[in-house]
C-alpha cells in the first residue's frame, strides 16, 4: 500500500467547506506525481463533453489505489470544491468517510471516482438522476481509468447508476472482484436501518479483499 501524498493537509468530514482548506487541497493536487494521470483523464473528459469534471482528492491513493469506489455522478456541491472526495461539504460525502473510517480502509488504499464523472446539472439546478445516454457516454472512459491502475483489487460499486457499469467492468477487468453497495446519500440511508447495515457490510468484503484485518 502506497501511493499517497507525504505533504500534510486538514482532513475530516466536511472539511472541505473552508476555501483555504480547498485552496491548500488544490495546490496538493498540482504536487501529486499519483494524481496526475487522473487529471490527465479528467481533462480529457472536459474537452470532449465539454462539461466540468472534479477531480480525485490528493489526500487518497490515486492510480496507486487497490480499491476504486464509484458513486454516480458529481452532485451540485462538487462545484464549491473541484474534487470528488469524502470531505467535501456534503451529507453524502460525511457518510462515505464514515462508512470508509469504520470498515477500516486506509485513504491512501482508496480512489472515490463518479460513473458518469462529469457534472450533469445546469448552474442552481436541483440534484438529478444521469439519463440513459449520458451513462452510456461515460462508459467509455471506464477501461482508461482501469488502465490507470495497476494495483487495482476491489471495485465498489455504490447505487444504482454504477452497478449498471459491471458488466463493462467485467469486460475490461475478467475476474476483479466487485462489491454492490447501496448510495451514501443522507435521504436514501435514512430510509431504512438496512441501507447503513448493507453500506458497511460491503465495505466489510471490500476490505477483506485488500487484506486489511476485520
Avoid at 488544490?26 to 470532449?48: D, N, V
Avoid at 465539454?50 to 489505489?65: I, N, S, Y
Avoid at 456541491?77 to 460525502?93: I, L, Y
Amino acid at each position: 500500500m502506497s501511493g499517497g501524498p507525504a505533504a500534510p493537509d486538514t482532513s475530516g468530514p466536511k472539511s472541505l467547506a473552508d476555501p483555504g482548506a480547498v485552496a491548500s487541497r488544490h495546490a496538493l493536487a498540482e504536487a501529486s506525481p499519483h494524481l496526475a494521470p487522473l487529471r490527465r483523464l479528467a481533462e480529457r473528459i472536459r474537452a470532449e463533453q465539454e462539461k466540468p469534471v472534479p477531480e480525485a482528492d490528493p489526500l487518497d491513493g490515486g492510480v496507486a489505489a487497490r480499491l476504486l469506489l464509484l458513486l454516480e455522478t458529481p452532485g451540485p456541491a462538487t462545484g464549491r470544491t473541484a474534487f470528488v472526495s469524502r470531505d467535501n461539504p456534503t451529507g453524502t460525502a460525511a457518510n462515505l468517510f464514515r462508512f470508509l473510517g469504520q470498515a477500516g480502509i486506509p485513504r491512501a488504499d482508496t480512489l472515490i471516482w463518479n460513473a458518469v464523472p462529469w457534472v450533469i446539472h445546469a448552474p442552481g439546478a436541483r440534484n438529478r438522476a444521469p439519463r440513459t445516454a449520458e451513462i452510456r457516454a461515460a462508459r467509455a472512459y471506464l477501461p482508461p481509468l482501469l488502465d490507470l491502475m495497476p494495483n487495482l483489487a476491489v471495485v465498489v460499486l455504490s447505487g444504482r447508476v454504477a452497478q449498471s457499469l459491471a458488466p463493462d467492468l467485467a469486460a475490461a477487468r475478467p475476474g476483479l472482484p466487485v462489491v454492490a453497495v447501496p448510495h451514501p446519500s443522507p435521504t436514501y440511508v435514512c430510509t431504512s436501518p438496512a441501507v447503513p447495515a448493507r453500506i458497511g457490510a460491503g465495505l466489510a468484503e471490500a476490505a477483506r479483499r485488500l487484506g486489511l484485518p476485520g
